[in-house]
């Protein structure tokens, strides 16, 4: 039985480092386990300006000690009014490493997202020339598409026809949950990606009711069906070069997820590549952990890979119930189960 895996620095391509206090509780658990993170734009306000990410890109590293070799990845975030040479010229300086789309009102601080992708022609088609990838969240807002349909609808209504109009853009379909999401990535071109989160590969639905309603467990796109689950956790373990490592890390404070509008997000960073470690090991997977956790993402964006290698051994790690985070507490993924492998560095 192997007893220890080693495998060059991983990278996490999506993250939610928020800012203020939580990026300072926050940020820590990220460094430490990866070299590089693609970090989120859905700030308040969200970060659509050159200045606005090379500003947060300075407070996220002022949140780490001097010395911590992390690099994180700024994104910006698309509203109806987002400008292709901001853009184009965030990219050339290499401030931006790539667009988020949120449709508007998706998700946690996507009020300002998009409303209609048509609106974005402009921005799409620089995009596409400069080969800056689009990272989306894949979900319809539509009210009368239940929540469960969601991603696939946007699949189906959304990706598909700008799949055809922008054969040559970089997307990478973020978070997904489906088996509908594995099967259009898969039978897309090389261009078009998926990020994998650890939570999408353990939990299905059921976890989120499981004897009364669990707020930890929420967040979106939501947990789906058993079989949507298997077929997430099979496209991760697959070896494929079109899905990598995203934990989408999303911390709310305890009071703000146990409450009677709890927010979406479920704050995996403290053990991230611990559960993803115990995910490839249940699948006989080990010898391809690597792939979608270091080299994978780093191929899809055309950046070179991490020197160095992290390590991690089989023993038992005890997951607390919640983690102080300035003055207040996160329920981390995992609280109080115990892990089979724990991260050395
Ligand atoms: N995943 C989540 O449930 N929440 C994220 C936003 C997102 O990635 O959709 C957040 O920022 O809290
Ligand atoms: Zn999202
Ligand atoms: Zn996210």
Not at 71 to 93: H, K, N
Not at 241 to 252: E, I, N, Q, R, V
Not at 321 to 330: E, F, P, R, S
Request: hydrophobic share 45%; net charge negative; proline share 6%.
């Amino acid at each position: 039985m192997t007893s220890q895996i080693v495998i060059r620095r991983p990278d996490d391509w999506h993250v939610h480092l928020r800012d203020g206090e939580m990026l300072n509780a926050v940020a820590g658990y990220t460094a430490r386990q990866f070299a590089r993170a693609i970090v989120m734009p859905n700030l308040t306000p969200p970060v659509v300006t050159v200045a606005a990410a090379a500003a947060y890109r300075a407070r996220i590293m002022a949140a780490l000690p001097a010395d911590t070799r992390f690099t994180p990845l700024m994104t910006c975030y698309l509203t109806d009014d987002a400008d292709a040479a901001e853009i184009a010229r965030g990219y050339g300086q290499g401030v931006f490493a790539a667009c988020k789309l949120y449709p508007a009102h998706a998700t946690t601080n996507s009020a300002h997202g998009v409303t209609e992708v048509r609106t974005l022609v402009r921005v799409l088609e620089v995009m596409q020339r400069i080969g800056m990838p689009l990272l989306i969240h894949g979900e319809v807002t539509d009210a009368h598409v239940d929540i469960f349909d969601r991603e696939a609808v946007f699949i189906e209504r959304v990706l598909t026809p700008l799949v055809e109009d922008f054969p040559e853009l970089k997307i990478v379909l973020e978070h997904i949950t489906t088996s509908e999401a594995v099967d259009f990535v898969s039978g897309s071109g090389a261009g078009i990606a998926a990020t994998i989160t650890p939570q999408h590969c353990v939990i299905n639905r059921n976890a989120i009711f499981d004897g009364g309603i669990r707020p930890h467990f929420y967040c979106l796109p939501v947990a789906k069906r058993e079989h949507h689950r298997l077929a997430v956790r099979k496209a991760a373990v697959s070896g494929s070069p079109k899905f990598f490592l995203g934990t989408d890390s999303a911390p709310h404070a305890i009071g703000r997820k146990e409450a009677a509008c709890g927010c979406a997000g479920i704050f995996n960073a403290p053990f991230a590549l611990e559960s993803y470690a115990q995910i490839f090991d249940e699948e006989g997977a080990l010898d391809r952990l690597e792939g979608f956790a270091s080299e994978h993402g780093a191929n899809f964006y055309g950046l070179p890979l991490n020197d160095g290698t992290v390590t991690l051994t089989r023993e038992a790690v005890a997951v607390p119930a919640t983690i102080t985070a300035g003055d207040g507490k996160l329920v981390p993924f995992h609280a109080d189960e115990t892990l089979p492998w724990r991260f050395v560095g």
